[in-house]
């Protein structure tokens, strides 16, 4: 359902900043299904690739042999992401909390961590500059957090005018998508509020996976479930 509705989120998108992991599954089924012209950029250079299977890293030299063109990672951000380029950013996240701030840096207090994470690569810059970001991530107490341990990216800081105040460029992040449903933030207060469920699971489980007190939308709808299309090819996305 995750890498599915993600792939439905980019059926009018023209490109997408590409992350490793379900964001990358996401991106890839968008293409053998509801969007074939999108064009995939990752972050080691490669602009409109086209890749057979799923590439195991940013690095993958599948990516540079099936794309378009091949950037250097300065003129990614400088060029491309940074002035607003890109439409939509997938970004991934260790911790979230309720204005969608992302975590991926420490678990913990930053200079005696319980868990060093992967740290930031360009996901700060994704976050800000972006038209907007779409976060990918399973939805646990231990993820979804009241207050994040640390801000890696920023989503809707600390509520409404934190963005404009910081000068970012993007909307900042505009769904979340978990295994349970969908989340996005209420358009005065920016808080992440619970609009739709998947099928099967109720509102009260994604509440009880959330590490606050998780609002629902006055119309709580339920995704539709994955046609035989979607789930034809994602199994051969997968299985490449």
Known sequence: MMSVEAARQLREVTACFVGIGLPSTGANLARRTVNPDLVLVYEAG???????????????????????????????????????????????????????????????????????????????????????????VRQSPRAFVERVDFITSVGHGDGPGARERLGLRGKGPTKVITDLGILEPDPESRE?????????????????????????????????????????????????
């Not at 930053?110 to 810059?125: H, I, Q, S, T």
């Not at 009260?204 to 034809?232: I, M, N, R, S």
Request: proline share 8%; charged share 20%; aromatic share 6%.
């Open 46 to 136: 490669a602009i409109g690739a086209k890749p057979p299977r799923l590439p195991l890293s940013i690095g993958d030299g599948m990516l540079g042999e099936t794309a378009d063109y091949i950037a250097s990672v300065p003129e990614i951000f400088n060029y491309w992401v940074q002035p607003g380029r890109i439409e939509v950013g997938f970004l991934g996240a260790a911790q979230l909390d309720r204005f969608a701030n992302i975590n991926t840096t420490v678990v913990g207090d930053y200079a005696n961590p319980k868990v060093r994470l992967p740290g930031a690569g360009g996901a700060p810059e994704i976050a800000a500059s972006c038209g907007e970001v779409i976060v990918i």
């Open 192 to 240: 992440l509020v619970l609009t739709h469920v998947h099928p099967g699971v109720s509102a009260e489980q994604a509440q009880e996976a959330t590490g606050w007190d998780l609002k629902l939308a006055d119309e709580l709808k339920t995704t539709e479930p994955p046609t035989q299309e979607e789930l034809k090819a994602l199994r051969e996305l997968v299985a490449a």
